[in-house]
């Protein structure tokens, strides 16, 4: 009896835990996917930050489980897999995540549209300071075209993403 007791003890906390971690470890496999070679003809400049959507819906939906260093440190890692320069997609993770949240409590109780509003909103102004970080640190402007061609990408994508992380969501959390 009392071993039962400690087993389910030990058991909710275990699955509490990997419940609570669901939102980083998306984020993590997004990462990988989004620096992942396709090899296609200039994909490299307009290659899908998929990381972006999840740490959006997260914001969203479970800003609580989504700590901004966790956030900073995620970005560090695109950083290093990506080869941008070091610190810049940490700190645009973290800006985006801590004003994400601030919006937070609108945003979920919105249509899907107004979130994919906020969405476009997100990955424009983290595309715009993206190309400026990268504009400066490598002494000219880089090519602009690619990066809004990227954004409207992104926006155009977000529905598949978030179909996936809604899936997710139900499944974990058993919502909707």
């Known amino acids: ?27 993590i496999v997004l990462v990988l996917v989004s620096v992942s070679p396709l090899y296609l003809p200039h994909y490299d400049g307009i290659a899908i930050n998929w990381s972006l959507i999840g740490l959006f819906y997260w ?9 901004p260093v966790s956030t900073f440190l995620v970005g560090l890692f695109y950083d290093f897999l990506a080869g941008t320069p070091a610190g810049m997609f940490a700190l645009i993770f973290l800006v985006a995540r801590v004003l994400v949240g601030i919006y937070s409590r ?23 300071a993206g190309w400026l970080a990268s ?3 490598y ?19 977000f529905p598949f993403g978030a179909a996936l992380l809604i899936w997710i969501a139900r499944k974990v959390y058993r919502v909707g």
Do not use: C
């Not at 914001?59 to 700590?67: A, C, D, T």
């Not at 002494?139 to 992104?154: C, E």
């Open 1 to 27: 009896e009392w071993s039962k007791k400690v087993l389910r003890s030990l058991l909710n906390f275990f699955e509490s835990t990997v419940r609570h971690q669901v939102p980083l470890m998306t984020i």
């Open 59 to 67: 914001s969203v939906y479970k800003p609580e489980l989504l700590h």
């Open 106 to 128: 609108r945003l979920r109780g919105t249509t899907f549209v107004s979130l994919w509003v906020g969405f476009s909103l997100m990955v424009f102004g983290t595309s715009f």
């Open 135 to 137: 504009s400066l640190w």
């Open 139 to 157: 002494g000219k402007l880089l090519d602009l075209v690619s990066v809004l061609f990227y954004s409207i990408l992104m926006v155009a994508l």
